[in-house]
């Protein structure tokens, strides 16, 4: 009977050592796989990019995790967040010079807009925690320098090509969509973005291999025989220089009536602001100007109307400034369509 007491009893001993091992190894798993996957989520932060101050002096701002109340002001800002599926971070928007292109319309629609820039004020009550804009909106007279927000934990960013860094260029625009997917770990689709743009590119790149460089202008009418030339340091000139043109005014200022007909360009792109009653006026403005009838590019009807955001700070809309471009420069590359 002790015998079989003691074999009894050895045998629970066992079975319960055994089923306190499986226990334990079974919330150990759980305990590492909860820790993979913390890691797995804070692994792209902290983020550090460098942006800049009202003293165009480079700051380096560091992001903990992905904003979450974002206010985007100006066309460029709002686009570019659109364009990597962000709206449901962005609290308020304002400053559109145009409506927003029309794949991002309905995404849009949901969102708060200012039909003036709201105030410093306006924005504190936000409670934003990034602000995505231009140079010209952090002075004194509209939101303040960065300095202002970041002693209260408000990152910022300033588009590069708004007037903070001289020359313009496409880099720069590429850099600032990148920047972006960093900060709201959306590397993937900013990437394919700027890889788009650089196919456009290389598209025109190859098609004028071997072919003689069109001698180009890029413009804009302020007045009557009266000029503002976007040159080589612009964004629309840099696209030209990258796709083959020869910039016949290189430099950025003013030019006249006597200026362009000495340049002669083949081909003319006139910028505009947006609407419709602009471009056509823009257009006039060169083909019906009697002092400029001598001019290559209006006897051949080469001058192409290229909308103002195409060519400044230009966000998503590089691609259509590279499109825009390339096609009034080779238009047999786009079918003549």
Same mark, same amino acid.
């Given at each position: 009977?002790?015998? /079989?007491?003691?074999?009894?009893?050895a045998g629970?001993?066992?079975?319960?050592?055994?089923?306190?091992s499986?226990? +334990?190894?079974?919330?150990?798993?759980?305990?590492?796989?909860?820790?993979?996957?913390? +890691?797995k989520?804070s692994?792209?932060y902290?983020v550090t990019?460098?942006t800049y101050?009202?003293?165009?002096?480079?700051?380096?701002?560091?992001?903990?995790?992905s904003?979450?109340?974002?206010?985007?002001v100006?066309?460029n800002?709002?686009?570019?967040?659109?364009?990597?599926?962000?709206?449901?971070?962005?609290?308020?928007?304002?400053?559109?010079?145009?409506?927003?292109?029309d794949?991002?319309?309905?995404?849009?629609s949901?969102l708060?807009?200012?039909e003036k820039?709201?105030?410093?004020?306006?924005v /504190?009550g936000?409670q934003p925690?990034?602000?995505?804009?231009?140079?010209?909106l952090?002075?004194?007279?509209?939101?303040?320098?960065?300095g202002?927000?970041?002693?209260?934990?408000i990152?910022t960013?300033?588009?590069? +090509?708004?007037g903070?860094?001289?020359?313009n260029?496409?880099?720069?625009?590429?850099?600032?969509?990148?920047?972006?997917?960093?900060?709201?770990?959306?590397?993937?689709?900013? $990437?394919k /973005?700027?890889?788009?743009?650089?196919d456009?590119?290389?598209?025109?790149?190859?098609?004028v291999?071997?072919?003689?460089?069109?001698?180009? &202008?890029?413009?804009?009418?302020?007045?009557?025989?009266v000029y503002?030339?976007?040159?080589e340091?612009?964004?629309?000139?840099?696209?030209?220089?990258?796709?083959?043109?020869?910039? &016949?005014?290189?430099?950025?200022?003013?030019?006249?009536n006597?200026d362009?007909?000495?340049? +002669?360009?083949?081909?003319?792109?006139?910028?505009?602001?947006?609407?419709e009653?602009?471009?056509?006026?823009a257009?006039?403005?060169?083909?019906e100007?009697?002092?400029?009838s001598?001019?290559?590019? /209006? $006897?051949?009807?080469?001058?192409n109307?290229?909308?103002l955001s195409?060519?400044?700070s230009?966000?998503?809309?590089?691609?259509?400034?590279?499109?825009t471009?390339?096609?009034?420069l080779?238009?047999?590359?786009?079918? $003549?369509?």
């Open positions: 009977m002790k015998k /079989i007491i003691s074999m009894v009893l629970l001993m066992a079975f319960g050592i055994t089923g306190c499986n226990k +334990n190894v079974k919330d150990t798993s759980k305990s590492e796989t909860k820790v993979e996957d913390s +890691n989520k692994s792209h902290p990019i460098t101050d009202y003293a165009k002096k480079p700051v380096e701002v560091t992001f903990e995790k904003p979450e109340k974002v206010i985007a100006y066309q800002s709002i686009e570019t967040l659109l364009a990597l599926g962000l709206e449901d971070k962005i609290i308020a928007t304002a400053g559109l010079d145009h409506e927003v292109k794949e991002y319309k309905d995404a849009f949901k708060k807009y200012y820039l709201p105030t410093k004020e306006e /504190i936000l925690d990034f602000i995505l804009s231009w140079y010209s952090f002075d004194e007279k509209r939101f303040g320098d960065v202002f927000w970041h002693e209260r934990s990152n960013y300033m588009s590069q +090509n708004s903070v860094i001289s020359p260029t496409l880099q720069n625009e590429y850099d600032d969509i990148l920047n972006m997917g960093k900060v709201f770990d959306v590397e993937d689709k900013a $990437n /973005i700027v890889s788009t743009m650089k456009e590119i290389e598209k025109a790149k190859d098609f291999k071997g072919k003689e460089a069109v001698r180009a &202008v890029i413009l804009e009418v302020q007045k009557d025989g503002r030339i976007y040159g340091d612009s964004i629309g000139g840099d696209i030209a220089k990258k796709v083959g043109a020869d910039l &016949v005014a290189k430099s950025n200022g003013k030019i006249g006597e362009l007909v000495k340049l +002669n360009p083949d081909v003319i792109f006139t910028v505009y602001y947006g609407k009653i602009e471009r056509d006026s257009l006039k403005s060169i083909m100007n009697p002092a400029l001598s001019v290559s590019a /209006i $006897n051949s009807k080469r001058v109307p290229i909308m195409e060519v400044y230009s966000g998503i809309r590089t691609l259509d400034g590279i499109k471009i390339s096609k009034g080779y238009p047999e590359l786009y079918g $003549n369509k």
